[in-house]
């Protein structure tokens, strides 16, 4: 069991940036692939971001590539979002996720966050 609290959300105007972080408890969390997803109101989950288990590669959505940067501290349990030049359509709730495979589909990820609200205002 792996259980993740998500941090660091919060009302920014856009061109600003935010960082958030993802603490997971237990003792596994560097065998695990971490994603970011967000979610907006009335929209699907929608993939942001993945990290792999040490860190070495990523994978980024097109409309936060080059804006958004995900990292992880295995050490300290904790993966971040650093999120700049921010836009309001970046505007939703962001998840943090744990899974054991590779790729894009929230059905992969075996746990998440709770979520944290990003607003972004024009």
């Known amino acids: 069991q792996v259980q993740l609290v998500e941090s660091g959300g919060g009302l920014v105007q856009a061109g600003g940036s935010l960082r958030l972080s993802c603490a997971a408890s237990?003792?596994?969390?560097?065998?695990?692939?971490m994603g970011w997803f967000r979610q907006a109101p009335g929209k699907e989950r929608e993939f942001v971001v993945l990290?792999?288990?040490?860190?070495?590669?990523?994978l980024y959505s097109d409309p936060v590539k080059g804006r958004f940067t995900i990292s992880r501290d295995n050490a300290k349990n904790t993966v971040y979002l650093q999120m700049n030049s921010l836009k309001p359509e970046d505007t939703a709730v962001y998840y943090c996720?744990?899974?054991?495979?590779?790729?894009?589909?929230?059905?992969?990820?075996?746990?998440w966050g709770q979520g944290t609200q990003v607003t972004v205002s024009s």
């Open positions: 237990g003792r596994t969390f560097s065998t695990y692939i």
């Open positions: 996720a744990a899974g054991r495979s590779y790729g894009y589909s929230p059905s992969l990820y075996d746990y």
């Open positions: 990290i792999n288990r040490g860190g070495g590669t990523t």
